[in-house]
């Protein structure tokens, strides 16, 4: 009986070694099955990687391709645009963007480490006498008139281009965005203009001399509160006139006397029709965003207002960027 045991007993520890050894196969078996997918998945995720990489630059290239295209356009277009200034009186257009070509092109103020390029187109454009400041120092201004321009170190790009032209009686069309300092650009040969003019003397009931137009009364108010700081140390005032709010104030201030106004084209326009705003001395003429002002629908105001100055006629057939100022001189 003792023999009969030991023969049943013997193949059941046996049997229970080969199945821990087969469940221990089994599972490495898995195991490599496992890291064989994971090698495979990963192997997969690569090449759609590449793939997009791949889609992507292609994507730029394209890009690239149609900016180049547009860059030649608007070399060209520029190019137009600067011989008709010079058949129109030997105008000046200078623009603050990322352009090639034209007359001249100068490195204006790093933003982001990108460098913007401004082109200059026009008669004389290359003259040494117009090239661009590098410091306030360089404009020869008086100290007080360069008050308001102690927190910057250098001219901003739009400044340092439009001042040899303006301070020197060229009529010009500069192309900025906002915040670039357009309004100091013309405000400061527009205080120079006056000061001229003037030789210090400044009387009750005078008439302005300078003419500054805005689309909106919110811009007007803008410029308004940066040439009446910019000019009181100098003994210039300024006056700013817009629709929605009474008039009476508003002609009081004309009526004491005035050298720059700033003002919207309709209240303007009323005004003038009222006779309280005299405009036959103004030989300085600023059309701030003009642009803007057309898109409005204010072409035949400006053409009225434009029409009671001494500057030249200008032409309102510009083309629409994203904010123009224009300076006409007598």
Not at 41 to 58: F, N, V
Not at 115 to 128: C, M, N, Q, R
Request: aromatic share 4%; net charge positive; proline share 5%.
């Amino acid at each position: 009986m003792g023999k009969k045991l030991k023969d049943i007993e013997t193949p059941q520890i046996d049997d229970t070694a080969s199945r821990k050894e087969k469940k221990k196969n089994k599972k490495k078996k898995q195991q490599q099955q496992e890291e064989a997918e994971i090698e495979e998945q990963q192997a997969s995720g690569k090449q759609a990687k590449r793939k997009l990489d791949q889609a992507q630059l292609g994507g730029e290239a394209t890009e690239n391709g149609s900016r180049k295209k547009d860059k030649k356009k608007n070399k060209k277009q520029q190019e137009e645009n600067g011989g008709k200034e010079e058949a129109n009186g030997g105008g000046v257009e200078a623009v603050n963007g990322k352009e090639n070509g034209g007359v001249r092109e100068e490195s204006g103020s790093k933003e982001g480490g990108e460098v913007d390029k401004v082109l200059v187109t026009g008669k004389d454009a290359d003259d040494s006498k117009y090239r661009p400041l590098k410091s306030f120092a360089e404009a020869k201004l008086p100290e007080k008139v360069l008050e308001c321009c102690q927190g910057f170190k250098t001219p901003s790009p739009i400044q340092s281009h439009s001042w040899p032209f303006l301070l020197d009686g060229r009529d010009f069309i500069g192309i900025a965005k906002t915040g670039s300092g357009k309004t100091l650009a013309y405000g400061i040969p527009a205080i120079m203009h006056v000061m001229s003019k003037r030789k210090g003397k400044m009387e009750r009931g005078q008439i302005p001399l300078c003419l500054v137009l805005a689309p909106t009364r919110e811009l007007a108010d803008q410029i308004f509160v940066v040439l009446r700081d910019a000019g009181e140390p100098n003994g210039i005032r300024s006056v700013c006139v817009y629709g929605g709010t009474p008039k009476g104030p508003q002609i009081a201030s004309l009526k004491s006397g005035v050298d720059i106004v700033i003002g919207t084209p309709g209240r303007l326009k009323d005004l003038i029709e009222m006779e309280v705003c005299r405009l036959k001395d103004v030989s300085y003429v600023v059309l701030d965003e003009a642009d803007r002002m057309l898109d409005m629908g204010f072409r035949q105001e400006v053409q009225h207002i434009l029409s009671k100055t001494a500057s030249r006629t200008i032409s309102l057939s510009l083309s629409p960027p994203l904010f123009i100022l224009c300076v006409c001189l007598n």
